[in-house]
């Protein structure tokens, strides 16, 4: 560890990674990582591992588009196997209005170049004759969508950004944050460390983080529970989602099934403990739409945080207020998917002065001014 | 006393072949042979080789062995076990080894193919038990099935080196390195990539300084050398190894012809002393002829030609009939095989004894790797080597060999299916199949290949490039078997590895596992933390190490004291790591009867 670096990155999560890996990608080395625990101990190491472009919102679609393109060359790129696999997501809805506004969605999608198929119930049924379509009205399915390994492309951006020069430091905590007239001062648990550009990559501790700054980030931290099962052979290969139905279920290439819910009760709070109503609801619900399930046995229950931010899309860019702090927060849940695109995105804005790929600017913290407009796809 | 037409003195590739000429026409042939089997260094030969169909090509020496004896006839009489004693002026006389007696033989003519043996190299301590000549070690290994040791070092980077390296691997030893004291891999080329794709190291300008050991060897010294082929002080190095293996060469065993009277010249480009032989292998005595090794240092093929010459010039000699086209045909499939090349020294030594001719070969080689994301081979056959069997096995015409057996192979990719009968075939291992993104960042890759057991369809293994280096990681994706021992196994690789990927490697479960649930061994714990995961948790994530369903029970505690060793921190600091329920794996349906018991 330097005394002072070009950039410092707090969070060692697969954004953080992300960001910094493409900032040395771009030529700027001189680049700090600062995880207070270890690397993926946050909201990454703990999400199911989704990879989805099917969204409501058209940056949305696109920002997701450019991730999968990234995600498609990333093992290539690292040399690390992230296991992923476009097995496609399976997004089944259970209401009308929901399915009605679905069509549109699929239309949307479409015209930004999105393969994607309407299905009825008989068409899912055909195709996985496994799944109980009771109830489903449609579904959407897109071959591309799909999911990997969270913690080892979390692993694979940390190791080929400390290949490429950049410094990772885990079991380091920013305590407080000085804002200079010409950078920042952060104060850590391994001592003082200057930076000419700070970016806040801390998901769950986005506002803390931002608070440090002094600027307000209007996000909040729900728990999130995810339970996954023992491992059997592959024979599942979408991610089967559902809005109206309120679940997600993958098959992991270990075999485990990976599943979760959300919860409209929960508090804003971090909170790592788990409930048993979680695993009650989900074997009552998951076994009637999943009947093989029913003989599986869970092995673990753990719990993740969403940084939910006002409109549930991701709040990214350089505050106004104070110049050269950037954040990439507000996730939503859909940070690990989104990772890529967002930090080749965040990397270019700050190496070149705009984006390359992805228009990100509608993503702006601004945007708050205007309204919220909410993304309504998220379980 | 045995009277016969013809006497062979050695049953290999030459005696064989020149046997079946003569016993065809009718003569009275009898092989005199010292080893338990005919076939010469045939018997030994586990791989396939070159040339083109009509000699075998693609088939393996011990195959070829045997197709040879089944072509003899009643004609023919076998004494086993049976050396030529002497070559007198009045009789032959041989021991036969199994009667304990001299049998004393009359034949009208003599074909003198007794092959050749190997040369040996001074160095200290090269009396030890442990250093074998490279014949040695394949009669022990691929005929008797004895594995002379485990760490072997190979002395000389011929063909036969290259050879006896990749079958010691194929049985199960470490080949620890190749020495060869020139500046150049004496063998193919195809040979050489087979060895190094596997991890063997080829040291060139290398030669061997002493064996190490009291009773056995224990190790060796090897040394770089200059250009003088002198030892350049302190770059000597040991290795650890208990057998030492000399493939330096071969020398004509000249001893028969020369006590027969065959004039003897010095020819350094054929082995040294050779008999003077004339275009249809007749020395300067008129029933004296020679073939195979003992005639010039070459290979197989060449000595099964020779052998077949000598039978039609013997059976004609002796019943008078015109074979005049059959020696042609023969005399020009030599011509043929020699134009490459390898055999220039050959044709530079022969031509002591007459003039040489060669035919012209093709240089230009494969100058595209096709199109991109088509499941098609890749030739990697740079060498003009006498050698076809991929144009011959190509099932739909899509590989030539233009003009002569020598040239490059060349693939029309548009005519190519995509079969992979050529990568089955090849003799030098040297054709892979290749398919960039075969699944969305994946690669897929066919290699030829001769290892057992053979890998398992979702076996993981360890990519390996040319050299032998460690490139990603890869899974099995298919196992092709082929009737012929060189099985296509088909793998899976991160994209942009299908022009790196040659080779993988199993990787080695050592036997102390930690994670009973996930079979995490030490070895891995340890990797992972020299490749920087130092916490229990990125281990977790990273491994899957305690994730099975006994949620870490006993790997837990092995797994932090390992982390502890390695890190020199305390368990206490780096903590235990958290723990999840179910504390016990707990099935779907146990929660959905429970909850309707509840509610009663």
Redesign the interface.
């Known amino acids: 560890m330097k005394n002072e670096y070009k950039v410092a990155i707090i969070g060692g999560g697969i954004v953080g990674c992300s960001i910094a890996y493409h900032l040395a990608k771009f030529g700027e080395n001189d680049v700090v990582v600062f995880e207070k625990?270890?690397?993926?101990?946050g909201s990454t190491?703990r999400c199911a591992g989704g990879i989805r472009q099917q969204w409501s919102s058209p940056h949305n679609v696109l920002l997701a588009m450019r991730s999968v393109s990234l995600?498609?060359?990333?093992?290539?790129e690292t040399?690390v196997?992230i296991e992923?696999k476009?097995g496609g997501y399976l997004v089944l809805s259970y209401d009308d209005q929901e399915a009605a506004q679905f069509e549109k969605n699929v239309q949307m999608q479409r015209e930004l170049g999105l393969d994607v198929e309407i299905l009825t119930p008989k068409d899912v049924k055909q195709r996985y004759p496994y799944i109980d379509v009771s109830g489903v009205k449609m579904a959407t399915f897109c071959q591309k969508d799909g999911h990997a390994n969270p913690?080892?492309a979390n692993?694979a951006y940390a190791?080929a950004a400390?290949k490429l020069g950049v410094h990772i430091m885990?079991h380091t905590k920013v305590m407080a944050v000085e804002v200079l007239p010409n950078g920042f001062e952060l104060f850590t648990n391994r001592g003082k460390i200057g930076a000419k550009i700070l970016i806040n990559a801390a998901g769950p501790h986005s506002r803390e983080i931002g608070n440090m700054v002094g600027v307000d980030l209007p996000t909040e931290s729900y728990r999130h529970q995810i339970m996954v099962t023992?491992a059997v052979k592959n024979f599942f290969n979408p991610m089967a989602i559902s809005f109206s139905g309120n679940f997600y279920m993958r098959q992991t290439k270990?075999g485990q099934f990976i599943m979760g819910q959300g919860d409209p009760e929960e508090k804003p709070g971090i909170n790592n403990n788990?409930t048993?109503r979680f695993?009650?609801e989900m074997?009552?619900k998951?076994?009637a739409i999943f009947p093989f399930?029913?003989?599986?046995?869970?092995?673990?229950?753990?719990s993740g945080h969403y940084n939910m931010s006002p409109d549930a899309q991701p709040i990214i860019g350089e505050s106004t207020s104070v110049p050269s702090f950037y954040y990439a927060i507000g996730f939503s849940g859909h940070g690990f998917m989104l990772a890529p695109a967002v930090g080749e995105a965040l990397a270019q804005m700050i190496i070149y002065g705009r984006t390359l790929h992805v228009d990100i600017t509608e993503l702006n913290l601004d945007r708050f001014e205007k309204g919220v407009v909410r993304e309504k796809n998220v379980v | 006393m045995v009277k016969t037409d013809f006497l062979i003195i050695g049953g290999g590739p030459a005696g064989l072949s020149a046997a079946i000429e003569t016993s065809k026409r009718g003569l009275k042939t009898l092989i005199v042979d010292e080893g338990v089997e005919l076939g010469g260094q045939l018997v030994k030969q586990t791989h396939k080789f070159f040339g083109h169909e009509g000699f075998y090509a693609s088939v393996r020496g011990f195959e070829i062995a045997k197709r040879l004896i089944s072509q003899l006839n009643e004609n023919v009489t076998i004494m086993n076990q049976t050396t030529v004693t002497g070559i007198y002026e009045d009789i032959i006389t041989a021991y036969d080894r199994e009667n304990d007696l001299i049998v004393e033989i009359e034949p009208k003519y003599i074909l003198i193919s007794v092959g050749a043996s190997e040369r040996f190299i001074p160095f200290e301590n090269n009396h030890l038990p442990g250093i074998y000549g490279a014949g040695a070690v394949q009669t022990l290994m691929n005929q008797f099935k004895v594995l002379p040791g485990k760490r072997v070092l190979m002395v000389g980077s011929g063909n036969i080196g290259l050879i006896v390296s990749y079958q010691l691997l194929q049985a199960g030893a470490q080949v620890k390195a190749i020495v060869e004291i020139t500046e150049k891999v004496g063998g193919y080329q195809v040979h050489a990539a087979k060895v190094k794709r596997l991890g063997v190291p080829i040291l060139l300008r290398h030669t061997i300084v002493k064996a190490i050991g009291d009773e056995k060897v224990e190790g060796a010294v090897i040394a770089q050398v200059d250009e003088k082929f002198n030892v350049i002080p302190g770059t000597e190095r040991e290795l650890a190894v208990d057998v030492i293996c000399i493939a330096v060469g071969l020398v004509p065993s000249i001893e028969l012809a020369q006590m027969a009277g065959v004039k003897i010249e010095y020819i350094p480009e054929l082995g040294g002393f050779v008999p003077f032989r004339d275009r249809e292998m007749r020395t300067n005595i008129k029933n004296i002829f020679v073939a195979g090794d003992l005639a010039g240092i070459e290979e197989a093929t060449t000595a099964m030609i020779e052998g077949k010459i000598v039978g039609v010039a013997v059976a004609r000699d002796l019943t008078g009939i015109d074979l005049q086209e059959d020696l042609e045909k023969m005399q020009k499939e030599l011509v043929e095989f020699r134009s490459g090349p390898f055999s220039d020294k050959v044709r530079k030594g022969l031509e002591r004894f007459f003039p040489q001719s060669a035919h012209s070969y093709s240089k230009d080689a494969q100058q595209d790797l096709g199109p991109t994301g088509k499941l098609r081979p890749i030739i990697e056959c740079f060498e003009n080597i006498p050698c076809n069997p991929c144009q011959t096995s190509c099932p739909s015409g899509a590989i030539t060999v233009p003009g002569n057996i020598n040239s490059l192979p060349l693939i029309d990719y548009s005519k190519c299916t995509g079969c992979g009968i050529c990568a089955m075939k090849c003799p030098g291992l040297a054709i892979f199949m290749v398919q960039e993104n075969h699944q969305?960042?994946?690669d897929l890759i066919v290699l030829p290949y001769e290892f057992l057991p053979l890998p398992e369809k979702g076996q993981k293994v360890i990519a390996l490039d040319r050299e032998g280096r460690e490139?990603?990681?890869a899974e099995i994706v298919k196992v092709v078997k082929s009737s012929n021992k060189t099985h296509l196994v088909h793998l899976s690789v991160?994209?942009?590895?299908a022009q790196v990927v040659r080779s993988f490697r199993i990787p080695q479960k050592s036997d102390s596992i930690v994670c009973r649930c996930e079979e995490i061994t030490v070895e891995e714990i340890e990797r992972a933390i020299d490749?920087?995961?130092?916490?229990y948790?990125?281990l977790r994530?990273?491994l899957?190490i305690g994730?099975?369903?006994c949620?870490g029970r006993t790997c837990r505690v092995i797994t932090l004291s390992i982390l502890a060793r390695k890190t020199k921190k305390s368990i206490q600091e780096i903590g235990c790591g958290?723990f999840?329920?179910?504390s016990m794996?707990?099935?779907?349906?146990s929660?959905?009867k429970g909850?309707i018991d509840n509610e009663k």
Do not use: N
């Open positions: 625990d270890y690397l993926s101990s190491g995600f498609e060359k990333l093992s290539q040399g196997d992923y476009q913690h080892l692993f190791r400390q885990t023992e270990h788990v048993y695993e009650r074997a009552e998951m076994c399930l029913s003989k599986l046995r869970i092995v673990r229950h753990w | 969305p960042g994946r490139v990603g990681q991160p994209a942009g590895l490749e920087g995961y130092t916490d948790e990125e994530r990273y899957r994730m099975g369903p949620g958290t999840r329920p179910p794996p707990v099935k779907f349906d929660i959905v909850e």
